[in-house]
T-cell receptor, first 115, second 115 residues
Framework: GAGVSQSPSNKVTEKGKDVELRCDPISGHTALYWYRQSLGQGLEFLIYFQGNSAPDKSGLPSDRFSAERTGGSVSTLTIQRTQQEDSAVYLC?????????????FGSGTRLTVV | AQSVAQPEDQVNVAEGNPLTVKCTYSVSGNPYLFWYVQYPNRGLQFLLKYITGDNLVKGSYGFEAEFNKSQTSFHLKKPSALVSDSALYFCAVRDKGTNAGKSTFGDGTTLTVKP
């Protein structure tokens, strides 16, 4: 597509429920990233995909968080048993090659609220 | 390890005056450096990047940034600020040498340009 698409744009969920966040990167971009942005905070790295593999998942905060990417395209970030501290804007970005000087193209984010 | 510091949470400038948003970085090797902007209710957008060569980099919307290796800085500048420049600005770094795919972002600086 023309840009990075994320869905849903907003998600309100009850504490303890599981949620899935979707990212559709720019066609042909091999690298895909997940970050999260909490209110008043900077961008916290979660995971990086090169193709379908994740060479760096060091930012996932706990084993409740997981992500996959299929077909070198769409990625899903899953949060199990959501907690209130998971509330944040989850941002997806893609870049052409990943290892190099490419800038990122970001999606508009998914605002997750855990009540 | 790579890190970025944006020492000012907030920068206020009068329209027509020059602006500077500060960024310092730390990497073990040589850096790729980036600036991104987040306008209210909009996604993060790439502004400019430093790869190598000329220390003064020009980007979108009349912004430029100066790479200073000895001071490990990459300050964002604009000769004449506009009210429409008011936004949240993020500096980011990626270490060339580690072949790392991810960029590390600063905590952001809110720029307010007053008429």
């Amino acid at each position: 597509g023309a840009g990075v698409s994320q869905s849903p744009s907003n998600k309100v969920t009850e504490k303890g429920k599981d949620v899935e966040l979707r990212c559709d990167p720019i066609s042909g971009h091999t690298a895909l990233y997940w970050y999260r942005q909490s209110l008043g905070q900077g961008l916290e790295f979660l995971i990086y995909f090169q193709g379908n593999s994740a060479p760096d998942k060091s930012g996932l905060p706990s084993d409740r968080f997981s992500a996959e990417r299929t077909g070198g395209s769409v990625s899903t970030l899953t949060i199990q048993r959501t907690q209130q501290e998971d509330s944040a804007v989850y941002l997806c970005a893609s870049s052409l090659k990943g290892q190099g000087a490419d800038g990122y193209t970001f999606g508009s984010g998914t605002r997750l609220t855990v009540v | 390890a790579q890190s970025v510091a944006q020492p000012e949470d907030q920068v206020n400038v009068a329209e027509g005056n020059p602006l500077t948003v500060k960024c310092t970085y730390s990497v073990s090797g040589n850096p790729y450096l980036f600036w991104y902007v987040q306008y209210p209710n909009r996604g993060l957008q790439f502004l400019l990047k430093y790869i190598t060569g000329d220390n003064l980099v020009k980007g979108s919307y009349g912004f430029e940034a100066e790479f200073n290796k000895s001071q490990t800085s990459f300050h964002l500048k604009k000769p004449s600020a506009l009210v429409s420049d008011s936004a949240l600005y993020f500096c980011a770094v990626r270490d060339k040498g580690t072949n790392a795919g991810k960029s590390t972002f600063g905590d952001g600086t809110t720029l307010t340009v007053k008429p």
